[in-house]
């Protein structure tokens, strides 16, 4: 590559690495798990016992675990809006057969296994307004989001790289949680779903990386001007029925944060795991804007450390409409 190149070029340059993390982080269709492969199914014999269990195991979750789950799903069943962001970052390349959008679309078709699974535990679950549940999932898809990364492709690599660590742990410790309440499936299926979500994020992680070293001045600004805007999860407009946008979302991240699913230091280890696998202090040839990024990003995780050791996790009477009982 050039010593001066633009964005349109280095998206260029990395196309065949990008088609090639399809087979290295993604796995073949037919491989993969389905969600028929972890809920009941209707045509076996032992259905019925199956959806008794079910419901009596998911009848031991907590409160506040229950609304992470339910808030998680949503954030899942949103997939349109996230696939729709991705698909316009610029240079936008119309080129159906390019690496970035044959990655999209099986990163799409991983990722939508998601929602399906989880929603339809939930409605087996008996716990659940279904419906209410589903008004907050076509509010969330029809409000949209504004996660600060415009078109940018730099910014949006280091979103996904971080909102799919943050969905990682989210769904692994839901399923830390369900296995030490008894219901093993729940803890299978959200453990499957971690999984996922860490082999995305290594693939997110990896296109940061290559960028860094093509284009390392301009690729440090953006994770800078990321972090300086702060990563708001996808579903950060969430509501309910009647209510303004983004007030489940805070009542729903307070519940992860009384839990311990995700919480601000979770954020901050998420922060010091990006700066030491990108090697940031490492990073050589930076311009002198360049630089002031890496300084500001490199002396930020200490900063947010002692902020989140001042939160303490209060009770809530807030209850939600999406949960039944």
Same mark, same amino acid.
């Given at each position: ?13 990395? !196309? ?20 028929? !492969? ?10 019925? +016992? ?17 609304? $992470? ?21 610029e240079p936008k390349n119309e080129d159906r057969q390019s ?15 998601? /929602?399906?699974?989880? +929603? ?7 716990? $659940?307004? @279904? ?24 910014? =949006? ?11 990682? %742990? ?11 309440? /008894? ?9 499957? $779903?971690?999984? +996922?979500?860490?082999?995305?994020? =290594? ?16 690729? @440090? ?5 990321? @972090? ?18 983004? =007030?489940?979302?805070?009542?729903? =991240? ?13 954020? $901050? ?10 090697? %940031? !202090?490492?990073?050589? !040839?930076?311009?002198?804007? /360049? ?33 039944? @009982?």
């Amino acid at each position: 590559m050039p010593e001066k190149v633009s964005k349109a070029e280095v998206m260029n340059y990395l !196309d065949k690495e990008i088609f090639d993390a399809i087979p290295a982080y993604l796995k073949p269709i037919e491989d993969i798990w389905q969600p028929a !492969d972890l809920l009941p199914q209707f045509e076996s014999e032992e259905f019925f +016992d199956q959806i008794k269990e079910l419901k009596e195991k998911a009848a031991a979750l907590s409160y506040d675990l229950l609304a $992470v789950l339910i808030g998680d799903t949503i954030t899942e069943e949103v997939l349109p809006t996230y696939e729709s962001w991705l698909s316009i970052i610029e240079p936008k390349n119309e080129d159906r057969q390019s690496g970035w959008n044959q990655w999209l679309r099986a990163w799409t078709s991983e990722e939508n296994r998601h /929602g399906d699974v989880l +929603d339809k535990y939930l409605y087996l679950s008996g716990r $659940v307004n @279904m419906k209410e549940m589903e008004i907050s999932t076509q509010y969330l898809l029809a409000d949209g989001f504004d996660i600060g990364t415009a078109r940018d492709p730099y910014r =949006s690599f280091v979103y996904t790289s971080f909102q799919e660590l943050a969905t990682n %742990i989210s769904h692994r410790r839901v399923a830390q949680f369900a296995k030490q309440a /008894g219901d093993d499936l729940l803890a299978r299926i959200c453990g499957n $779903v971690a999984s +996922d979500e860490a082999r995305h994020a =290594s693939a997110y992680k990896s296109f940061v990386q290559k960028v860094f070293d093509i284009d390392p001045s301009e690729m @440090m600004k953006a994770f800078e001007d990321m @972090m300086r805007k702060r990563i708001v999860m996808p579903a950060h407009f969430l509501r309910e029925k009647g209510l303004p946008k983004g =007030s489940a979302f805070r009542h729903f =991240s307070e519940a992860a944060q009384r839990l311990g699913v995700y919480t601000a230091t979770d954020y $901050v280890d998420i922060l010091r795991s990006l700066i030491n696998e990108w090697k %940031i !202090d490492e990073i050589r !040839d930076l311009t002198i804007a /360049g630089e002031k990024a890496r300084e500001y990003v490199m002396t930020l995780p200490d900063r947010l450390a002692k902020l989140a050791e001042r939160i303490s996790p209060q009770p809530s009477e807030y209850r939600f409409s999406w949960i039944t @009982m």
